[in-house]
Structure formats: structure tokens, C-alpha cells
């Protein structure tokens, strides 16, 4: 499958694109995102460059990326790369289980559309809000 590839677009829905450069998050957080009505993942992408890629082509929501090598350097770009007309995304950066500080973190955090969270907050955000399609069975 290709790194930037995508499912059906669904109205309606916070689109979200998935960076987990580390192998934090993908499979714990994605699959709960893909179970929430509200919330289609148009592309999932495990490096930095297919990330850049996916959020031109795409043109996600939401980018949701795990703290890792790199992660700095793509948030920086996708906050300088914004096109006029283009909403600007919500960057949701989330630290690795056991990490509350990275040095220099609190000054990107302060940047607009940047969010912070530790991923048991995320966790528990998912769960606490918005409601879940019906389990899909597996055939």
C-alpha cells in the first residue's frame, strides 16, 4: 500500500492525517480514530518525508504526529507552508508514554495550532468525546 494512500472521503468528518515516525501511537490511536463517527484518517504515514506528501495532498484537518526525529523540523515547515485560502491544520503533537518534557517543546507549543499532549491525555480525550460508529465485524 502506499504510505500516502487514503480511504473513501467522508463528509462531513475532521479529516486527520496520522505521522508516527517513532511507532508510538498508529495502531492504539488510529484504530480508535477510525471507530469515532466524527473523524476520517485520510492518510497514515510512519516517516517524515512521506508526511510532507500526504498533508499537500491531503490537505488534513488535523495532522496528529508522534515526537520523534524530525517531528520539530515538519511542524515548523507545515506551520511556515500554509497557502492562502487553505484553513490552516490543528498540529497535535503527542509524547510517548513516561515523557513529560522535551527540551525547546514548550516553546513550540506556543506557536498557533499547535497542541501538546502526553498520550495518555490523548487517550482519554478520544474516549471521552464523540461517539463511536458501530463495531465492524471481521469477516
Not at 22 to 45: I, N, P, Q, S, Y
Not at 106 to 134: C, E, I, W, Y
Amino acid at each position: 500500500m502506499n504510505a500516502c494512500t487514503s480511504p473513501a472521503s467522508q463528509q462531513h468528518c475532521t479529516r486527520l492525517l496520522l505521522v508516527d515516525t517513532e511507532g508510538l501511537f498508529v495502531d492504539d490511536v488510529g484504530g480508535t480514530l477510525r471507530a469515532h463517527e466524527g473523524f476520517a484518517v485520510v492518510a497514515v504515514t510512519r516517516s517524515i518525508e512521506d508526511a510532507h506528501e500526504c498533508a499537500a495532498r491531503h490537505t488534513p484537518d488535523v495532522i496528529v504526529i508522534g515526537w520523534g526525529e524530525g517531528s520539530r523540523a515538519f511542524v515548523h515547515a507545515t506551520l511556515a507552508g500554509r497557502s492562502d485560502g487553505q484553513p490552516d491544520p490543528l498540529v497535535v503533537i503527542v509524547l510517548r508514554r513516561g515523557i513529560t518534557s522535551v527540551p525547546g517543546l514548550t516553546s513550540l507549543s506556543l506557536l498557533p495550532n499547535v497542541a501538546v499532549l502526553m498520550q495518555d491525555q490523548f487517550d482519554r480525550l478520544l474516549h471521552r468525546h464523540g461517539p463511536s460508529k458501530p463495531a465492524e465485524r471481521a469477516h
